[in-house]
Every structure is written in C-alpha cells, then in structure tokens.
C-alpha cells in the first residue's frame, strides 16, 4: 500500500501542510457547502446541492467540490467517479509504486521495448512532446537526476562523475518512446511523472466532469486547481489567491477564474536540505542542478496539463527567458513573481493573464508586503 511507506508518509505530511498555508486556494466554496472535511470516501452531500469531498491522492490532498446539478444523486454519483477516475490515472503514473505500468517501463530491461497501455502511451507522447516545446526545460526522463540528487530522500549534492552520468541519461540518451512503447538505453534512466502526473489526473477529471454534465466545479490537488464553471454569485469566476512566493501568509496578486486550470511551481515548495542548502524539486534538465528559488511561475490554462507542464518549465527557464517562450502562448496566462534583493516581489505576465487578474492595469508591478501591488517605476 502507498501510503503505508514512511517515505511517502513524510511526503504526505509535508504536502499536507503545504496545501493547508495554500500556494493558490480558491477561497470561495459553492453555495450552500458546509464547512468540515468528511473522511474519504463518505461524501457529505449539503442543501444548495454540493458536494464536497477530500482524498489522498498522489501523495497530497485532493479537494473536490461540485455544485450546479439539482439531483443530489447526480451529484454523488459525479464526485464518487472522479475520484476513481483520478485514482485510474494515479496507478498508470505513479512511480512510488512498483507495480504501475510506468514503474514497470522504469524496470525494463535495457534495449528491449516495453509496451504501454495505450493510455499511458497517449500520456508520455505528449509529456515529450511538450518537452520539445520547451526546448527541454521541462523533461520527464529525469529520473537518473533525481535519484543523484536524491530529492525524493534527505537530499544529497552528487558527485562531479555521478552527476555527469545521471545529467547524460536524462532525456533521448536515456530512454525513448517508439510506435511500439518505451525503450530503456542506460540502466540509470527512468521517467518521473512527479512534473505532469497532477495535471494528467485533472485533465481526465475534467473530462468526466464534462460528461456528467457537471458546470460548476472545483478541484484542488496537492496546490494545482481545476476551476469549472463560476460560484452562483461569482460569474466571473472562483476566487484564487496566488501567495508571495516565500511567505505563504501574503497574497501577491488575486484572479478570477473559471473554466481552466491554475498550477504554481517554485523552489521553496517542497525542499531538501544538505549541510544547511536547501535545494528545490525541480532541476535544469539542461544543467542537472536543482533550480534556484529565484520566485514563482503561476499557469493559467484550459488544459490541466498543459498548466503543470508549463508552470514547471517556465520556472526552470527564469523569469526572463521563461517570459519569452510564455508569450508563444497565445492562450496561456503565466505570471512571473521574482523575489528581489530586498524581498520585495517583482511581477510580470503575459496578456492572457489579464483576463484572469482582478486588478489587471499595470504590467509590471513591486510588491512589497503591507502595501498593495504599484506600477514599477
Ligand atoms: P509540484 O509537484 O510541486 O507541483 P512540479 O509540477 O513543478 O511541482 O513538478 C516537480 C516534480 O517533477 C519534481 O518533484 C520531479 O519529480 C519532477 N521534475 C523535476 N524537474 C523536472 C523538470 N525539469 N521537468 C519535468 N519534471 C521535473
Ligand atoms: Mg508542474
């Protein structure tokens, strides 16, 4: 079982925190919702007909609420088949797990071809295919780096050879997808789906949702939200506050989304720590080195996928060349918090951003905490 291992267990509560202080929380519930967490799988169906129900998924929290169906049998019967749906995408993916199919390819032996489920083959096509378009900065086949790293342990910095092997693995020279399935060529290499695995799962949620005629949603895991629909008495949409990217307690910029997913990458999320440096979870494919804590990249996108993908590439490329590719995008919002010399946050975004920001006027602001978001001078 998963979440008997310690390991995880650990991962679980330092998630769980995290996900309490909330990177980006929708701060509006549906109508009607009670407050309280029933424990998973009981669902708590409330008057107003919403539902609202919490799970352990992929080592974090999922939040479901669903409202906007009259029939409250509707309503259970749409939260109780997502979250199977999501758990049908977790035991594709997970790598914690030995016995997923992906943990499998992760195992074979190297040169043979592995075969995939048809699903998960449709997944990785297009987990690499938006690793070309990022130009590599974000690249699935890391898993040789993570474990030099080892940022699913206690942290370590690798030795200069160690590094230079798990840097020469990690991508095509490690492990490719053909027609027929995944072909291993080093023994090192493996695919961490820990940097689009979110986003697969709300994407598969968002089109059972879709199915189940359900417009008025919002799913929160682990920090990456699914936002469908509006509150009854927001149509705008939900309420998101994005957080300053080192104090969790001070919100930086505040959106309004509906109909799209909101997915936030920074270093100071999840850290380890070795002999007093903390090192981020995301690293450079291009470098092997962790990425620094340089701030925070927030998403914006109709598809979840897409979200993860691209709020963890951006974050690698930095705030500069992160911006750059951003604006290729022409559907995408994607805000750019820097935090500067003297604490206070630089932020920048792209155009589609503005539609989503309650206070869109200027597009370059400082923010520094106690005093409002101001147009940089
Ligand atoms: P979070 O899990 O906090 O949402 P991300 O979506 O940014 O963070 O994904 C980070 C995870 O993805 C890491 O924990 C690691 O498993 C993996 N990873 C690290 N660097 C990269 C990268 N450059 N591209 C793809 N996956 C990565
Ligand atoms: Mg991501």
């Known amino acids: 079982m998963l979440r008997s291992q310690p390991h995880l267990r650990r991962r679980l509560v330092s998630r769980a925190v995290l996900v309490s202080l909330g990177l980006a929380v929708p701060g509006r519930e549906l109508a009607g919702q009670e407050p309280g967490l029933p424990p998973d799988p009981a669902p708590t169906p409330t008057a107003g007909a919403a539902v609202h129900r919490t799970a352990f998924l992929m080592g974090t929290r999922l939040d479901v609420r669903i409202g906007g169906l009259d029939d409250r049998e509707r309503l259970l019967a749409a939260s109780q088949t997502v979250l199977e749906e999501m758990r049908r995408i977790e035991e594709l993916l997970s790598t914690w797990e030995a016995t997923t199919p992906l943990s499998r390819a992760n195992r074979a032996p190297v040169g043979e071809v592995f075969p ?4 998960l083959h449709r997944l990785l096509e297009s987990a690499l295919h938006w690793s070309h378009r990022t130009g590599g900065a974000f690249e699935p086949r890391v898993g040789a780096l993570v474990r030099a790293w080892d940022l699913r342990g206690t942290g370590r910095v690798p030795e200069g050879a160690t590094l230079a092997h798990a840097l020469a693995v990690s991508g095509d020279r490690g492990m490719t997808l053909t027609s027929e399935g995944t072909v291993r060529r080093d023994a ?7 940097g689009f695995g979110k986003g697969a799962a709300l994407d598969a949620a968002r089109r059972l949702l879709a199915d189940h005629g359900v417009n008025q949603a919002s799913l929160n895991l682990g920090g990456q939200l699914l936002l469908v629909g509006a509150p009854a008495d927001q149509p705008r949409g939900w309420s998101v ?10 919100t930086v910029a505040a959106l309004r989304v509906r109909d799209a997913s909101v997915a936030t990458s920074s270093a100071s999320e999840r850290t380890v720590e070795v002999d007093g440096r903390a090192f981020g979870h995301i690293l450079d494919p291009r470098t092997g080195q962790p990425v620094p804590a340089w701030g925070s990249v927030t998403v914006v996108a109709e598809n979840p996928l897409a979200a993860d993908i691209l709020s963890t590439a951006f974050f690698v490329l930095g705030p500069d060349d ?3 590719l ?3 995008f022409p559907e995408v919002g994607a805000l750019f918090l820097e935090v500067t010399a003297t604490g206070d946050v630089s932020a920048r975004w792209t155009d589609p951003m503005n539609q989503w920001l309650v ?19």
């Open 116 to 119: 995939l489920p048809a699903e």
């Open 188 to 194: 090192r290499a493996w695919i961490d789906a820990g």
């Open 241 to 250: 506050s994005v957080a300053h990217p080192r104090r969790r307690g001070a």
């Open 322 to 324: 992160g911006m750059a």
């Open 326 to 328: 951003a604006r290729s």
């Open 359 to 377: 206070d869109p006027a200027p597009q370059a602001t400082t923010y520094s905490p106690g005093r409002p978001m101001r147009p940089r001078p």
